[in-house]
């Protein structure tokens, strides 16, 4: 038997709301890197790779029937970083914005794009939900601190050079150094 799937989902308006409820009723483990196919199973979104989609598409997300289909292109998301912001950003459609529209999205790498989607607030929304969802705040609090704290005792200095911990931080929570990057700009740790 799989995964219990929420039946009685409600909406998420951020990801914090939903990792929180995951982590309350036990259904995910709230350590890094958040394990986001499990995510999508918990929340009854069928997770399929698919070979026929355009080149330019990244992935999509239909609501037509009953269970959600998330379908990722293969050879858009052959970075495994890339494949999970993918899967994030379409989690991050079915809970911000499934009752916007019927059919559901279709994303390409400009609709992915931080620069790009800006003007698009739904793509927006659903990019920053990602980010939220695959980096949370006070999993990166912690583990940034863990980080800083093996490197000080390792090197017996008093910093770490930022690069250095922007790319072990993504290693640990299985994202690109410039999605953690933004992200660690984004809540203030980085200037």
């Given at each position: 038997m799989g995964e219990p799937v929420i039946r009685d989902f409600k909406d998420y308006s951020n990801a914090y709301d939903l990792l929180s409820?995951?982590?309350e009723t036990n259904k995910i483990d709230f350590n890094a890197?958040?394990?986001v196919d499990k995510v999508a199973s918990v929340l009854g979104i069928e997770v399929n790779d698919d070979y026929s989609l355009t080149s330019?598409?990244?992935g999509t997300i239909s609501f037509q029937k009953e269970t959600p289909i998330v379908k990722i292109n293969p050879f858009q998301n052959l970075y495994k970083p890339r494949r999970r912001f993918t899967l994030a950003h379409e989690i991050g459609h079915f809970c911000l914005h499934k009752n916007k529209s019927e059919n559901g999205f279709t994303d390409s790498i400009h609709s992915m794009s931080r620069t790009e989607s800006y003007w698009n607030p739904v793509e927006s929304e659903a990019n920053s939900f990602?980010?939220?969802l695959l980096m949370p705040e006070s999993l990166i609090l912690m583990e940034g601190q863990a980080i800083i704290d093996n490197y000080v005792s390792?090197?017996?200095t008093e910093t770490i050079p930022s690069q250095h911990f922007i790319e072990s931080m993504a290693d640990k929570f299985e994202v690109s150094s410039k999605a953690m990057e933004y992200r660690l700009r984004n809540v203030g740790i980085l200037k």
């Open positions: 409820h995951l982590d890197p958040i394990d330019d598409t990244i990602a980010a939220q390792q090197h017996n």
